[in-house]
């Protein structure tokens, strides 16, 4: 019994005495047999079968067996089907020929059955076991292929860790460092004001009971403008109290926002993760000589308190709205607005929004009104180190970064629905409880 019963062999021969006795021979062993008279027919029935082994006779009219095996050997679809040639040439120059047109053996007339057998179990054989060490080769191929995808983002991961980490104590050293005198300005301030409305109101009491001072007074009131002083300065005081607020509102945003060493899981606030985002982005918002203001239109819903790692998630809003602001400052290069667009509100805008989802999940749509993308862009959006942005300005991190965190971390789902002309929104889903917390897997 051969090794391979059910492999299917084409014998091309012109000779019906041959294709009787091979025919037979092959049948008695369990093979599957087919017969072609000619090179010709050969040629055409195989652009239908896919045999396992060709015996192909030398000597044939027309399409001889030396250039059917030539045409055989340039199609690609029967370049590796085994083919061994048949015939009573006993020249070394036929044989050599023979090989090099891609021929594995020669069989020599008249046959000797159990030389036909041997040499048929073999490369038959020989053929199947190429083929399984092909797939072998082409699954394990696949497996290292996605073995070294995940390897990758699993790299990606623990360097963005790192990064982030370092931020974190970066920013943490920081926010002490002016947290500090910031709380003595503005503590001190509210006393500076109390002060200052009591010499206000004694020199306006000198005022109603001396309004004629004597020159001496009058000439330094004149010499430092009392009159203007009187009025600016609760203005400057209230000036300098809005500025250290303001300095006060950003270094608790940087607080917020980073909160890098919170490695746990913990209930936070969505919402007040996305503000301290458009905080300290509000630099780029602000308009510019050749754009005006990109507004930032929030529409919240009702949510609860989420299950998330803080820091990781305010690091995608931070990709996301940062994206977004590029992709409108790029729309506006290529495409200004004119004034009279300006008037009817056609602005360069962003528009977050929130909504709690059958009770159970939160989504975040994060959406800009610039030129969009294309279908080929989108399909690799989330490959790492992929980017259109021109070189040293993006990274092409960003998002694969943003995906690992959405889906890996908290087990839920990011995406993007662009089209040319109709602008980009992210859609992030995530549960408000995460059953497991999501480990990166380290292959």
Do not use: W
């Not at 002060?195 to 004149?222: D, G």
């Amino acid at each position: 019994m051969s090794p391979h019963p059910m492999s299917l062999i084409l014998i091309v021969d012109d000779n019906p005495n041959n294709t009787k006795v091979l025919f037979e021979l092959l049948k008695q062993a369990g093979y599957r047999v087919l017969v072609a008279k000619s090179g010709e027919s050969a040629l055409e029935r195989l652009q239908s079968v896919s045999p396992d082994l060709i015996l192909l006779d030398v000597m044939m009219p027309g399409v001889d067996g030396f250039e059917t095996c030539r045409r055989l050997k340039a199609s690609p679809a029967t370049q590796n089907i085994p083919t061994i040639f048949m015939t009573a040439l006993s020249d070394a120059t036929d044989k050599v020929k023979g090989l090099s047109l891609g021929a594995v053996d020669y069989i020599t007339k008249p046959f000797q059955q159990e030389e036909v057998l041997a040499r048929v179990n073999i490369h038959l054989k020989l053929y199947h076991l190429n083929r399984e060490l092909e797939q072998r080769v082409a699954e394990r191929t696949a497996e290292l292929s996605i073995a070294l995808t995940q390897l990758k983002q699993s790299q990606l991961l623990l360097v963005h860790s790192e990064k982030m980490s370092a931020l974190g104590q970066l920013v943490a050293g920081i926010v002490h460092e002016i947290k500090n005198p910031i709380n003595f300005v503005q503590g001190n301030i509210v006393y500076v004001d109390e002060y200052m409305q009591a010499v206000l109101s004694l020199l306006q009491v000198y005022q109603q009971h001396y309004p004629n001072p004597v020159p001496a007074v009058q000439e330094k009131a004149e010499g430092i403008d009392l009159s203007f002083l009187l009025s600016d300065l609760p203005k400057t005081l209230s000036s300098m109290k809005l500025g250290t607020d303001r300095i006060y509102e950003i270094v608790l945003s940087l607080r917020n926002f980073s909160r890098l060493d919170e490695s746990e899981l913990k209930l936070c606030d969505i919402h007040a993760g996305i503000d301290s985002t458009l905080l300290i982005l509000q630099h780029r918002l602000k308009a510019k000589p050749d754009r005006p203001d990109i507004k930032a239109i929030k529409e919240y819903g009702a949510l609860p308190e989420v299950e998330c790692y803080p820091g990781q998630l305010n690091q995608v809003f931070m990709n996301l709205l940062a994206n977004a602001i590029d992709a409108l400052e790029e729309s506006m290069v290529s495409c200004p607005l004119s004034e009279a667009s300006r008037t009817k509100g056609d602005r360069p805008t962003i528009g977050i929004r929130t909504e709690l989802i059958d009770g159970d999940r939160v989504c975040i749509r994060i959406a800009d009104n610039g030129l969009g993308m294309t279908e080929e862009v989108k399909d690799h959006l989330f490959d790492p180190f992929f980017t259109t942005k021109p070189v040293g300005k993006g990274t092409g991190l960003g998002l694969p970064i943003s995906y690992q965190i959405i889906v890996e971390k908290h087990k839920g789902q990011l995406e993007c629905i662009s089209a040319p002309g109709q602008g980009t929104e992210f859609v992030i889903t995530i549960p408000v409880r995460v059953a497991t917390p999501a480990i990166p897997k380290i292959v």
